[in-house]
């Protein structure tokens, strides 16, 4: 792994998970593997990014106010909360989005730092060229983020492992992973990228 890369974790917060408002089936299940990635990152001194959804209470993305969505990680509620079982590093950068109240923001590319800083900017001034993606939900947000990240000319690798998809329709996350790896995306899984962080060490 070089040194120009960087791990994404894509809004693992308790909305998205089992018992949230907008819960992906067995969302959590990746949680543990996600904490496998965060080590392997932290370790190695790279960058972990989080995203996560931060709403505000009213806001057009909300069915409530003719969106798509029931309401979900509005701003500062448990809900919005990233799950428990997550162990980011201290050094996580939090990448907030959707807090226009007009817009749907699914990507982390519409988010920002604690100071505002946009992400394609954070990825510049940290001179990333690869992310290496995981999280919720596959279909939603991982995809639009990654479709984004390729459109911006970086490399992109989805940990295949560390995504689960809504599926309002079966098989939108097997349509939306194809779709992201025609578009370049690799594919990788810890295992894999375990044998490779060692194989450099060694
Ligand atoms: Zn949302």
Redesign the pocket.
């Known amino acids: 792994m070089k040194k120009k890369s960087a791990l994404l974790i894509v809004d693992i917060q308790n909305d998205f998970c089992p018992n949230g408002s907008?819960a992906v089936p067995e969302g959590d299940a990746i949680i543990p593997v996600l904490n496998k990635y965060i080590k392997i990152f932290s370790s190695g001194k790279l960058p972990v990014f989080a995203s996560r959804?931060w709403?505000p209470k009213k806001t057009t993305?909300f069915k409530e106010f003719g969106g798509p969505?029931p309401a979900?990680?509005v701003q500062d509620s448990h809900g919005a909360r990233f799950h428990p079982v997550l162990r980011l590093p201290e050094s996580a950068i939090i990448l907030s989005k959707?807090m226009d109240p007009e817009a749907?923001?699914?990507s982390a590319f519409q988010a920002v730092d604690a100071k505002g800083n946009e992400f394609a900017d954070l990825l510049k001034k940290f001179s990333i060229k690869e992310l290496f993606v995981g999280g919720l939900a596959a279909d939603y947000?991982v995809r639009w983020t990654v479709l984004d990240a390729l459109k911006f000319g970086s490399r992109v690798t989805l940990l295949m492992d560390a995504i689960k998809g809504v599926n309002l329709r079966e098989k939108d996350s097997e349509a939306a992973v194809e779709e992201m790896v025609s578009l370049g995306a690799k594919k990788i899984t810890i295992e894999k990228l375990s044998r490779m962080f060692a194989g450099e060490r060694g």
């Open positions: 907008l959804d709403h993305h969505w979900h990680c959707g749907d923001s699914y947000c």
